[in-house]
């Protein structure tokens, strides 16, 4: 009987029934062959070409069950990675999802009997972690992606750094404070023992004002009454002199505690840049050719911001939505006069108009349109901390 031909009522019922899982023990490893009842499956079995593959397979079985345990464990792990990332999950739940797909690797093929021995195995290897509770057993994947321990790490950095800055920060407000105020913490006193070098000696004090006085008459009388007053003259005005420099110098003391603090303000809002830079309703322009030559060098809006390095696009040619890292975008710079958004520094989500383009230099010229600091000029702005507003 000849092969039924396209869209004749034998050919629709053959692909409907070779659609979704069939019957394991009716499906030939070595050929990938899934068989429909036993009459085929023995039919099968009896052929040349399953003959050679078994002819192959006696001469280095342990090759073959290599091959197969090893594809085994990168698509059940692969899986694991992109559907659930590092959520703890039930291992019966992911086999079930993995053995949907029809072209999956059975796991008789492999060199494990049961999957309680393929999840005991994953965590004596250290991909993942693995439990045992009352419900079976969970499994809970291990990211070891150089990318993603590099990110964490910089992360945890950046942690740390704000705090050591604001920590420093609160401190240095904290004594430019009690400078201001005058706070001076009073010295201990130091008590010293009252000792004389011999015992013969006497102590004697003097409380009289007879001495002062007749020294003080005696000078008068030698200098003259002129001489006293002129002296009476330049010590007041150096006291009016002293008290006037004190009064500029305790002044010019809080004026440069102010410009202090202003100065580090103004120091930690000029770099507080970050790693990330990704911001709803920019237009970014995307630079992968992993998602080929449709999507290449193309322009799209950015819907939602996941996780701050991740972004939901829209493709404005095409209306696609495509989820990309930021290493995967960079930002769009339009003409003199279009509103753009600042995507890093100190001004970081305010917009402004750009003013001119230094292309000698990769920066721009913009004008801050809102927030705290709306009218100022900003010079020198690299390319990608602003990018065109949707």
């Known amino acids: 009987m000849g092969k039924a031909d396209f869209l004749t009522p034998k050919a629709i019922a053959n692909r409907i ?7 394991l023990r009716w499906y030939c490893q070595m050929c990938q062959k899934q068989c429909r009842d036993e009459n085929g499956f023995k039919c099968h079995c009896m052929s040349e070409s399953h003959q050679r593959q078994l002819l192959l397979a006696s001469e280095n079985p342990q090759q073959f069950m290599d091959y197969f345990s090893e594809e085994f ?11 659930f990332g590092t959520k703890r999950v039930h ?16 796991m008789n093929a492999t060199q494990w009997e049961t999957l309680t021995d393929f999840t005991k195995w994953l965590g004596r290897e250290g991909l993942c972690k693995v439990d045992e509770t009352p419900k079976g057993w969970y499994i809970q994947y291990i990211d070891r992606d150089p990318e993603t321990i590099r990110r964490q790490q910089e992360l945890e950095k950046k942690k740390k750094q704000d705090l050591d800055d604001e920590e420093r920060t609160a401190k240095f407000i904290e004594e430019q404070v009690k400078r201001g105020m005058g706070v001076v913490e009073p010295e201990a006193p130091v008590y010293t023992e009252l000792t004389r070098e011999s015992e013969e000696e006497k102590v004697v004090f003097n409380l009289s004002k007879g001495a002062s006085t007749s020294a003080g008459a005696s000078k008068a009388g030698a200098f003259g009454a002129n001489a006293l007053k002129s002296a009476e003259g330049v010590a007041v005005g150096k006291r009016k002199e002293s008290s006037r420099s004190s009064t500029q110098a305790k002044e010019k003391k809080k004026k440069s505690a102010l410009d202090e603090i202003m100065e580090v303000r103004r120091a930690k809002r000029k770099n507080a840049r970050t790693d990330y830079w990704l911001h709803p309703e920019i237009v970014v322009k995307i630079v992968t050719k992993k998602l080929g030559d449709r999507y290449y060098k193309k322009k799209a809006v950015v819907k939602e911001v996941v996780d701050k390095y991740t972004a939901v696009v829209k493709t404005i040619d095409y ?18 006069g279009k509103k753009v958004l600042v995507l890093n520094g100190g001004n970081r989500g305010s917009e402004a108009i750009l003013n001119s383009v230094d292309e000698k230099n990769f920066s721009v010229t913009v004008t801050i349109d809102s927030g705290p600091m709306k009218g100022c000029k900003a010079e020198g702005v690299p390319y990608e901390d602003i990018s065109k507003l949707a």
């Open 17 to 23: 029934k070779s659609k979704g899982l069939q019957k």
């Open 73 to 83: 464990q990168n698509e059940f792990l692969e899986l694991l990675r992109r559907r």
């Open 91 to 106: 291992n019966n739940i992911v086999y079930n999802e993995y053995i949907s797909h029809r072209e999956h690797i059975h």
């Open 319 to 336: 209306g696609d939505k495509l989820k990309l890292d930021q290493t995967h975008l960079e930002t769009v710079i339009p003409a003199p």
